[in-house]
């Protein structure tokens, strides 16, 4: 099994360094021709507009929509989930979004770069202990359709964590903590899909 992540900015090299501590080969992607032959793609957070911009740039939009609906796995965190969304709040007029998760995201959620925080949250589908959340200039998903069922969300109510089928969204970071959980939970997604 190999997973790609989408690597044209942000923190993908965290999230390989996750993977292969579960022994899992990774392949960073940039070019649509490296695409071919993936178990799964993570989009890492980042900076949404301009991994979007360079995404389009590079011809990735297409290729990433086209392997999603043949049923390739993705995992979207921070930048990676406001990509996936159908919809943005206050996003950048013309922003690149993939379009494949049927929520409404609110970018910057929670405020700039100095509102950024951690919290522990209960996220059923892991069991216990508690997860700690990284919420860097975070999202947060304002709306979802029926078959969106979310699976973590704030003491205050916002929804923070969804998966539709076999696409997941965290709006914190799990690639910054050493909690494996979700790497396993997408790794498991992903096989259930092969």
């Known amino acids: ?19 292969r501590q579960l022994g899992v080969q990774t392949r960073e992607v940039r070019l649509p021709s490296e695409l071919a032959d993936l178990a799964g793609l993570v989009i890492p957070g ?30 979207g965190t921070c930048a990676g989930m406001i ?7 206050d996003g950048v007029p013309g922003q690149p979004l993939l379009g494949l998760l049927d929520v409404t995201v609110v970018r910057n959620g929670f405020g700039r770069q100095l509102d950024s925080f951690e919290v ?21 998903i304002q709306d979802w359709a ?6 973590a969300r704030l003491e205050e109510g916002q929804a923070v964590a969804a998966q539709q089928g076999n696409r997941l969204v965290t709006a914190f970071h ?21």
């Open 1 to 19: 099994m190999r997973i790609g992540i989408l690597a044209l900015q942000g923190d993908f090299a965290e999230h390989g360094a996750m993977l």
């Open 46 to 75: 980042g900076e949404s507009t301009t991994m979007g911009r360079l995404a389009r740039s590079y011809g990735l939009i297409k290729p990433i929509q086209e392997l999603a609906q043949q049923g390739l796995p993705l995992w």
């Open 83 to 89: 990509l996936l969304a159908r919809e943005t709040v």
């Open 120 to 140: 522990d949250m209960e996220v059923p589908i892991l069991g216990p202990p508690a997860f700690h959340g990284v919420f860097i200039r975070a999202p947060y």
């Open 146 to 151: 029926a078959e969106v069922q979310i699976l």
């Open 174 to 194: 799990p690639e910054l903590t050493q909690d494996l959980r979700f790497h396993r939970y997408f790794l498991q997604l992903v096989e259930q899909s092969a």
